[in-house]
């Protein structure tokens, strides 16, 4: 199997919506919306075309992003932002705990998917196109 069907076949596990079973961690989740959507959008077309060129020529909307290397930090710093969003409200139940487990994983889930993004990034650019 290649990187794009690694990468594909774990996008739509990594980046649905987690299902939270409490209030709080739900509120957690919304919030944390924002950031998902901004890393999907990107991933996306890498999902879809094997490539997410937009991104590199945007450089209002995608600031610094300029190779796979710049994107892969990019992605990653969006990955962490989800990460300390997900760890900023104490659980005060096995309930939320669970929750809060769930999201940690999203969070681990869009590390591992932004790494694999730049491996198909950098073997689409060693690859001579026709």
């Given amino acids: 199997m290649g990187t794009l069907d690694e990468f594909r076949e774990q996008f739509w596990v990594v980046l649905r919506r ?3 079973n409490t209030k709080l961690f739900g509120e957690v989740r919304d919030k944390l919306e924002l950031v ?6 990107p991933l996306h077309s890498i999902y879809t075309n094997g490539e ?6 945007d450089s209002e909307r995608f600031p610094g992003v300029r190779d796979p290397d710049s994107f892969l930090k990019w992605c990653l710093s969006l990955a962490e932002q989800y990460k300390q969003g997900a760890s900023t409200v104490p659980p005060t139940n096995d309930e939320e705990r669970l929750d809060q487990s769930r999201l940690l994983q999203t ?3 869009m590390e591992r998917l932004s790494r694999l993004a730049c491996e198909v990034l950098e073997e689409r650019r060693r690859t001579p196109r026709s």
Avoid: I, K
């Fill in 18 to 20: 987690p299902r939270t």
């Fill in 36 to 41: 998902s959507d901004a890393l999907a959008g």
């Fill in 52 to 57: 997410c060129d937009y991104v590199f020529a």
């Fill in 107 to 109: 969070a681990a889930g």
